[in-house]
């Protein structure tokens, strides 16, 4: 049973390009979350996606935005990239049906801005 | 609102000590609890959780009790070793969130033989 997984697992960009992260799911779940985590601290929520839609959303500009196709894999786009957005980006997945569901995470991709 | 903290570290310890780790949380509704651990250069991995108060989770010898009066989730091992050096991260999700994940900032622990 493969877990989740990540790509790419390394990247780096310069100031002002787009980014392009991809994730697939756990076998079986629905439900993926992205989160961002700067180095030295713990993951920030960025957004939910449930039923290809938008679920829910953390405090993260409009530059950030994703996408979830019908076999739940998702993608993470990020726009006009910042300094400040060089972080290790974790996928994480869990199955809706359960209540309290614990989420698996990815390896991340690590993700240079220069 | 919702918000987890932890001891700040690193926390260094020889090889077969006590380890306590302390994580408090501030929750509305009813929170699971969770230990991740993180490896260097890689994902976070589930250490153990708990679902309701005086739940206990445990998992490799680490164990954690869900304290709703006291609003802690403090992780204990009775020996360690130098493989359980790592970053550990406690973290709360809620139903009312869509089991959204808040994350403490982690504590990074390193055993010496």
């Known amino acids: 049973d493969a877990g989740v997984t990540q790509s790419p697992t390394h990247l780096i960009k310069t100031r002002g390009q787009q980014v392009t992260l991809r994730c697939s799911p756990k076998?079986?779940?629905?439900?993926v979350s992205w989160y961002q985590q700067a180095l030295g601290q713990g993951p920030q929520f960025i957004f939910q996606?449930?039923?290809?839609?938008?679920?829910q959303r953390g405090n993260f500009p409009d530059r950030f935005s994703g996408h979830q196709f019908p076999n739940y894999s998702s993608e993470l786009n990020v726009n006009a990239l910042l300094l400040g957005d060089s972080a290790l980006y974790l996928c994480?997945?869990?199955?809706?049906?359960?209540?309290?569901?614990?989420?698996?995470f990815g390896p991340g991709t690590r993700l240079l801005v220069l | 609102g919702n918000s987890v903290t932890q001891m700040e570290g690193p926390v260094t310890l020889s090889e077969e000590a006590f380890l306590t780790i302390n994580c408090t949380y501030t929750?509305?509704?009813?929170?699971?609890l969770f230990w991740y651990v993180q490896y260097p250069g890689e994902g976070l991995q589930l250490l153990l959780k708990?679902?309701?108060?005086?739940d206990k989770g445990s998992n490799k010898g680490f164990e954690a009790t869900y304290r709703k009066e006291t609003t802690s989730f403090h992780l204990e091992k009775g020996s360690v070793q130098v493989s359980d050096s790592a970053v550990y991260f406690c973290?709360?999700?809620?139903?009312?969130?869509?089991?959204?994940?808040?994350f403490g900032s982690g504590t990074k622990l390193n055993v010496k033989p």
């Open positions: 996606y449930y039923e290809e839609e938008e679920r």
């Open positions: 708990a679902t309701k108060a005086d």
């Open positions: 973290a709360l999700s809620t139903p009312r969130n869509f089991n959204k994940f808040y």
């Open positions: 929750a509305t509704g009813y929170p699971s």
């Open positions: 994480a997945s869990s199955f809706s049906g359960r209540y309290q569901e614990t989420q698996y």
């Open positions: 076998s079986g779940h629905d439900t």
